[in-house]
């Protein structure tokens, strides 16, 4: 079994063998993030009920939480490939550890943004200097650094392994933004869905909310597959597999 | 729940339709971007190939790799 997975392992990362699995999974990935989708919204937005305390603004929910969550989960997928880079230089974790950061820092902008126009009607401010909003702050500089770095070294081997240092050490913000509103005072919310406890949001508001966040997960692995399809055809320009690709 | 009642979200209109907006261009704009690069990267391997350059030519054109 370990045999088998290892050799699994091997041809997955192998870039031809990865190229054309993305390009086959793509448009199912596509389908099922339009199902989710629409699922998503028609739940948040016409099935949940309004809040009884926010009102119809807590539908931003919808969108805020999923891309918070994503924001971390794309930058622990970033310093997992960084690891897979240090450990066995494998080609296919540098191209992913790179095509991650410019999806991971979308997703972060977009929780900033989103958290700040709910904050608005109901906190009375755009941004405060709280440790929830902080610490997404400096994780979306971490992932600007990230790839800002990486576009800075040219030999892009050299420029994957200074990347995935950078995105393990960053990986200390990750707890941090998580327990932010236990450790310190915050205007932030505790959280609801993601503790030991029983969430504390009503289920009419809690699937919507994970189908989002669902459909927000395959949404961030078809945007990875087209980056790493295209980063890839790019590196490996000179080689025979891209060349019979190309010719066919 | 009428229509008009619906887009104005009690009144909320502006803070969550701005969100949604926003999430929409930013989903449409990485699902795009690198769509269009993939087919670009494609054309121009297709154009080097077609014009007669061997790998090994295309490897000296560009040394960075």
Known sequence: MFKWFVKWFHRFGSPPYFYRLAGLWLPWLTGLFTILLIGGLYGGLVLAPTDYQQGESYRIIFVHVPAAWMSMFIYMVMATCGIVVLVWRMKLAEVVLSCAAPIGASFTFLALITGSLWGKPMWGTYWVWDARLTSELILLFLYLGVIGLYGAIDDKRVAARAVAILAIVGMVNIPIIHYSVEWWNSLHQGATVTKFDKPSIAWSMLWPLLVMALAFKVYFVISLFQRVRAELLHRERNTRWVEELVKS | ?65
């Open chain 2, 1 to 65: 729940m009428s229509m008009s009642e619906f887009f104005n979200m009690g009144g909320y209109a502006v803070f969550v339709w701005t969100s949604y907006g926003l999430a929409f261009v930013v989903l449409l704009l990485n699902w795009f971007l690198p769509y269009q690069e993939h087919k670009q990267n494609l054309k121009k391997l297709n154009r080097q190939f077609k014009s007669g350059q061997s790998r090994q030519e295309t490897r000296n054109n560009d040394s960075r790799t």
